[in-house]
């Protein structure tokens, strides 16, 4: 699964399915001095409203991860499942470890 989350023009977060991309290599240019992030949750994490700190994509690599918008759309994402986080103002979006902990891997890309 590839999904979105960005702020709409209401000021809410919204996600949105998409098509990942079909062609054999596919480049993403990240930032000069960027990094990747390894993150594993606690045991049953909650993280109320927030927004990312940088556009990023998140990589579920372990567990089970739940991503909730104040719309109540909610998606469970599992390993292999990408995160196109854009959604920088606005209330921002709930996360959650389910089942234990879930880890991922964030990388930073340009605005």
């Known amino acids: 699964m590839f999904v979105r989350i960005y702020t709409g023009e209401d000021g809410q977060s919204h996600l949105e399915e998409m098509i990942a991309p079909t062609e054999p290599i596919h480049r993403i240019t990240t930032k000069p001095g960027e990094d990747l992030v390894f993150r594993t949750s606690t045991v049953n994490s909650f993280s109320d409203y ?4 940088r556009r990023q994509y998140l990589f579920v690599l372990d567990g ?4 909730s918008v104040k719309d109540g759309t909610t998606m469970l994402f599992h390993p292999g499942d990408v995160l196109l986080a854009e959604d920088m103002t606005g209330q921002g979006h709930i996360t959650k470890a389910i089942d234990g902990t879930y880890t991922s891997v964030s990388m930073g890309i340009p605005d």
Not at 64 to 67: L, S
């Open 50 to 53: 927030h927004n990312p700190s």
């Open 64 to 67: 089970k991860m739940e991503v």
